[in-house]
């Protein structure tokens, strides 16, 4: 993570004496940056950006710098101060100026265990964000008939997360898997039925990768219903496969989950796991959740089986590891999101859902009656660990 510190510096003060200051209290914060002082030509160029504001009378010298850095950047602006020489009341007046310009900001002053944590935050999301611009996703194949709410906002997308999307036709894709030779995965399996379903399945797998390659793609969602009836088989190992890889390989079309997958991986580094709810206890808080792949660097153990609705191909069932876990989804124009923090109580493999099935408990059991009353669509994503405060911090811009 890359953090870069700012100055803002009245001139009526002693350099020498704030100059200690400034040693003192960034040395106490214990952690790694880059000194630019009053040099903001590459501010907002890469990574975390922080305005040290040391002294008060930095008003006006704020006000004369705005235009040129909200030309170089668009993320919110971060006023670190000591509190020292009235720098915490020209903070105030600095954040209050910006607030009244319709800018975001946020005053970084506490203790320093606050401003710590506070940062390591922030540099995180603001890797993020980096991350993200300028990447492509596809929408191969249309979202499925039944996701009559999963449809995006391209320039919602575009404007707030930098990524762009791609359409690209299933015709293309099941041209690449009939042009692809089958060859035996490195995966096995002693159910008979399973073992002749993987080389069709790993011939899915080889297709999408060129499809990735063409169009220069992080990602993509696929219309994966289609794939039974076009080749008899399933995406499922595909998913598996290509998650675990780095990219980010959603379900069904669905545009909305494949953003929320995207904005996890640039979190932590994982997919997330793409299910549906099975059942609701509104009472509890306890979820079951379902679906019929799951990335392999998600799971201790998997194992395979047939595709649930379908009973052909291969599904995955992964067994992850129980513990803190939470659940994510934003809307296709990023104006709504939920976040609910649980744990993962245990994996269940019941014969008649979804293969890989995870019960979840709710850290706040009030937070089910979302899902019964206002849900962002039907599959939500799953992932590792409590995530909530990089995740709100992700989606203020």
């Known amino acids: 993570m890359r953090i870069a510190i700012y100055t803002l510096t009245s001139e009526l003060h ?21 000194f630019r002082g009053n040099d903001y030509t590459d501010y907002g160029s890469r990574g975390l950006s922080l305005i040290y504001v040391r002294t008060g009378g930095t008003e006006g010298i704020f006000k004369r710098l705005l235009p040129t850095l909200m030309a170089q950047t668009r993320q ?5 101060t000591s509190g020292k020489s009235n720098s915490l009341a020209a903070s105030l007046e600095i954040l209050s100026f910006l607030r009244q310009q319709g800018i975001q900001g946020e005053i970084l002053h506490g203790s320093q265990a606050y401003i710590t944590g506070r940062i390591g935050v922030l540099a995180r999301v603001a890797e993020a964000r980096q991350q993200l611009a300028g990447k492509r996703l596809g929408i191969i194949g249309q979202p499925s008939d039944w996701l009559i709410s999963s449809a995006a906002d391209r320039d919602a ?14 015709s293309e894709l099941l041209t690449a898997i009939a042009a692809t030779a089958e060859e035996m995965p490195q995966e096995h399996t002693d159910d008979q039925r399973i073992a002749q379903a993987l080389p069709g399945a790993n011939r899915i797998y080889e297709a999408l990768k ?20 076009a080749v008899h088989n399933t995406g499922c190992l595909a998913l598996a496969k290509l998650n675990s890889e780095g990219y980010v390989a959603g379900c069904e079309g669905d545009v909305p989950a494949m953003l929320s997958m995207m904005i996890v991986r640039a979190l932590t580094g994982v997919s997330g796991f793409q299910a549906n709810p099975a059942t609701i206890d509104p009472e509890t808080g306890q979820l079951l959740f379902a679906h019929c792949t799951i990335p392999f660097d998600m799971v201790q153990r998997y194992e395979f089986d047939t595709h649930f609705e379908s009973g052909i191909g291969v599904g995955i069932r992964g067994y992850m590891q129980e ?29 008649d859902l979804c293969r890989t ?13 979302y899902f019964l009353t206002d849900p962002i669509g039907n599959h939500h994503i799953i992932a590792p660990g409590h995530l909530q405060p990089l995740l709100e911090e992700m989606l203020k811009a």
Do not use: W
């Not at 002693?14 to 880059?34: H, I, K, M, Q, S």
């Open 210 to 229: 060129g499809v990735i390659r063409k169009y220069e793609l992080s990602g993509f969602t696929l219309r994966c219903f289609d794939l039974l009836t």
């Open 157 to 170: 997308v575009r404007q707030r997360l930098g990524i762009e999307l791609v359409e690209i036709p299933m």
């Open 323 to 351: 513990g803190a876990v939470t659940l994510f989804k934003v809307s296709g124009d990023l104006s709504r999101h939920f976040i609910g923090e649980g744990t993962l109580v245990r994996n269940q493999a019941e014969p």
């Open 357 to 369: 099935q995870q019960v979840i408990q709710l850290a706040d059991p009030s937070q089910a009656t």
């Open 76 to 80: 919110p602006f971060y006023l670190l």
């Open 14 to 34: 002693d350099e020498g004496a704030v100059g200690a200051v400034t040693r003192e209290f960034l040395g106490g914060l214990g952690v790694e940056y880059v």
